[in-house]
């Protein structure tokens, strides 16, 4: 059997066949292993129907406790991220926005309702809103040209154009929903305090 030689031929072997010999003791390694592997998956399946009908009624009978802890989560988990991964680029953006959109909800929330702060929290939020709107679609482009080659016209590779392609979606995308859910909560502070509802 070939799962069983000795190591002095293992080193006499091409790479292909070493390759194999090692491929074929795996797999009597984890011989019998099919039935619980399947266990697994119909597991996560499952596990993935239930969590995802239990967010859905969450959603449907406590929209505002689904929407901010949603939020709460978007906003701080990538912190985590971000610092255990050393991702500065992320990091100094997020804290920008974070400590902008602070002052604004700050403003926003404050009673009574200064004059001025119903303008700054629709230009804060409009600007978010264009930034995060033109990062997603020149990121979505670029990642389209990519595919269809056009990185070649400019002597980009492939990979290097890909991953700006798939960072600007990414952030478009983020800060996009970001701002978005902040501007909610703010809109609805500013009319519960001026009387709306």
């Known amino acids: 059997m070939a799962g069983v030689q000795p190591q002095g ?18 797999h009597v390694k984890h011989r019998g292993h099919e039935a619980m592997h399947a ?33 709460l989560q978007m906003w701080v988990v990538p912190l985590y991220f971000t610092m255990k991964l050393y991702w500065w680029r992320f990091l100094s953006m997020w804290g920008m926005f974070s400590v902008i959109t602070s002052y604004v909800v700050f403003r926003a929330t404050r009673k009574p309702l ?10 804060w939020f409009l600007l978010i809103y264009k930034l995060s709107y033109a990062v997603g679609v020149i990121g979505y482009l670029t990642i389209m040209f990519t595919m269809f080659g056009f990185n070649v016209f400019f002597r980009i590779k492939a990979e290097d154009s890909m991953d700006v392609g798939v960072v600007m979606l990414f952030y478009g995308l983020y800060y996009g929903v970001m701002g978005r859910d902040f501007a909610e909560i703010c809109s609805d502070y500013m009319a519960s305090t001026i009387g709306y509802y």
């Open 114 to 123: 200064s004059c001025r702060t119903p303008r700054m929290v629709y230009k």
């Open 9 to 26: 031929d293992l080193l006499k072997m091409s790479h292909r066949e070493n390759w194999k010999v090692q491929h074929e003791r795996l």
């Open 39 to 71: 266990e697994m998956v119909l597991i996560l399946i499952a596990t993935l129907v239930v969590a995802q009908i239990v967010l859905v009624q969450w959603k449907q009978r406590h929209n505002r406790s689904y929407n901010l802890v949603t939020l």
